[in-house]
């Protein structure tokens, strides 16, 4: 799983309908920019996890969602800098 | 889910069972790279569009059997490329940016 921050809501109202009605948000994960499925309500500037592959799908909704990428959780207290 | 542009789309007559009668887009993503993605949302180059890949890729089609590994999940509405949105401090604590040098004096010295 990685360690990710919330940038912004992605907003794509011309979507494939598997998405639904999840939000979006825009991570940023080391220098990349990624998009993940909101599951827990994120707020931009909040430490996240994010989970990836299969595990993405179940946690996003169903075993049919069309997510690889999801936010399962929002961590406590995060320092970047320092290397745990 | 990654960020990537819309270049073109790709022709390919001759291609396996598999693929049907999908719609493929070249995509380029931040580092240039072109990809291609299947197309359930019918895009134009230029729309920058975010991707599911891997198996969500296959079931952003709506139908499992397609055998994809990339395909575009929607157009987004806005996207600056390459913008870093600064992000609220609230948590995390702002890293102090080293002064840029005045580069006029620097060289002077």
């Known amino acids: 799983m990685k360690i990710c921050q919330v940038i912004k809501p992605l907003v794509s109202t011309n979507r494939i309908p598997g998405f639904e009605h999840k939000h979006l948000q825009v991570v940023l994960d080391g220098s990349a920019q990624l998009v993940a499925v909101d599951a827990v309500g994120a707020k931009p500037g909040d430490w996240v996890i994010c989970v990836g592959s299969s595990a993405a799908r179940e946690a996003a909704g169903s075993k049919e969602y069309p997510s690889d990428l999801t936010i ?3 961590i406590d207290d995060w320092d970047p800098t320092v290397p745990t | 889910m990654d960020i990537n542009q819309v270049v073109g789309t790709l022709v390919c007559t ?3 069972p598999g693929l049907e ?3 493929l887009r070249i995509l380029k993503d931040r580092k240039g790279k072109l990809q291609v993605a299947t197309d359930p949302v019918g895009t134009r180059p230029g729309n920058w569009v975010f991707t599911a890949s891997g198996s969500a890729g296959r079931y952003a089609m709506g139908d499992a059997s397609i055998l994809t590994d990339l395909t575009i999940g929607g157009i987004i509405d806005h996207w600056e490329p390459e913008t870093l949105a600064r992000t609220a401090p609230a948590t995390s604590r702002a890293t102090s940016q ?3 040098p005045d580069s006029g004096a620097a060289q002077a010295a």
């Open chain 1, 72 to 74: 399962v959780g929002i």
């Open chain 2, 14 to 16: 001759y291609r396996i």
């Open chain 2, 21 to 23: 009668h999908c719609s």
């Open chain 2, 98 to 100: 080293a002064p840029a």
